[in-house]
C-alpha cells in the first residue's frame, strides 16, 4: 500500500523561504519509472501543478514558477523536500505530494497522480 | 486560466447520468493521456480514470472516460449522493521543451 505524507510549516511570513517535506512509504524512489509530485491548491480554487521528481533525478517545474521552485529526493529516507523562496500572501494554499509514474522510457511525461497525500494547508502572513 | 477548460458545475438527479467535459489543443489532450480526480470535499483528491479511459482497481464502472481529438469526457452512470464532488481533468503539455502537467479548473457536480 502507498502512503505519502506532506509535513512542514503551517504559517511563514511574506518574502520568507517555505520548505515542505513528502514522506513516503509502499514504493521506491530508485525504481524505474517513479516519480512524485507536488500540487497545490489555493482555498477554494482549482489544483495548479507545481513540480515532478524522477527515480533518476530529472526534474520539471512549472514554467511560471519555476524561478522560485527547488524539488530534491533523499531516497534512503523515502523522502522528497520542494522549496518555494519569496513566499506571497497569494501562495496560500494546501499543498499535496503525489506518487507518479514515467508514461514511457523516453518521455518526461508522467501518466497520472496516485495516490495523494492528505495535503497540508501553508498560510502566508505576516 | 486553465489550459484545459472544464465547465464550472453540472447537476442531475439521482440515478441520472451526467458528462463532464475537458477541451483543451493539441499540445496536451490531443497527444498526451487524460486522467480524471475526483475531490470528495475536505479531501485530497482521488484518481478516477487514467490512459483516456481506465479505471484503477476499486474504481466502479459506473465511472468512465473517452477522448476525441482534442477533448475528453468523463461520464458518471447511476448518480448517487455520495458523488457530489469537483472533478478535475489533468493531462501532460508538451507546448514548452520541458513539458508541463496541466489541470482543468474543476467541474463542481451537485446531485439534486
Known amino acids: 500500500q502507498i502512503t505519502l505524507k506532506e509535513s512542514g510549516p503551517t504559517l511563514v511570513k511574506p518574502t520568507q523561504t517555505l520548505t515542505l517535506t513528502c514522506t513516503f512509504s509502499?514504493?521506491?524512489?530508485?525504481?524505474?519509472?517513479?516519480?512524485v509530485g507536488w500540487i497545490r491548491q489555493p482555498p477554494g480554487k482549482a489544483l495548479e501543478w507545481l513540480a515532478l521528481?524522477?527515480?533518476?533525478?530529472?526534474?520539471r517545474y512549472s514554467p511560471s514558477l519555476k524561478s522560485r521552485l527547488t524539488i530534491t529526493k533523499d531516497t534512503s529516507k523515502n523522502q522528497v523536500v520542494l522549496t518555494m523562496t519569496n513566499m506571497d500572501p497569494v501562495d496560500t494554499a494546501t499543498y499535496y505530494c503525489?506518487?507518479?509514474?514515467?508514461?514511457?522510457?523516453?518521455?518526461?511525461?508522467?501518466?497520472?497522480?496516485?495516490?495523494w497525500g492528505q495535503g497540508t494547508l501553508v498560510t502566508v502572513s505576516s | 486560466q486553465s489550459v484545459l477548460t472544464q465547465p464550472p458545475s453540472v447537476s442531475a438527479a439521482p440515478g441520472q447520468k451526467v458528462t463532464i467535459s475537458c477541451s483543451g489543443s493539441s499540445s496536451n489532450i490531443g497527444n498526451n493521456y487524460v486522467s480524471w480526480y475526483q475531490q470528495l470535499p475536505g479531501t485530497a483528491p482521488k484518481l478516477l480514470i487514467y490512459d483516456n479511459n481506465k479505471r484503477p482497481s476499486g474504481i466502479p464502472d459506473r465511472f468512465s472516460g473517452s477522448k476525441s481529438g482534442t477533448s475528453a469526457t468523463l461520464g458518471i452512470t447511476g448518480l448517487q449522493t455520495g458523488d457530489e464532488a469537483d472533478y478535475y481533468c489533468g493531462t501532460w503539455d508538451s507546448s514548452l521543451s520541458a513539458g508541463l502537467w496541466v489541470f482543468g479548473g474543476g467541474t463542481k457536480l451537485t446531485v439534486l
Open positions: 509502499g514504493f521506491s524512489l530508485s525504481t524505474s519509472g517513479v516519480g
Open positions: 503525489a506518487h507518479s509514474m514515467r508514461a514511457a522510457v523516453d518521455t518526461a511525461m508522467p501518466n497520472w497522480f496516485d495516490p
Open positions: 521528481i524522477y527515480w533518476d533525478d530529472d526534474k
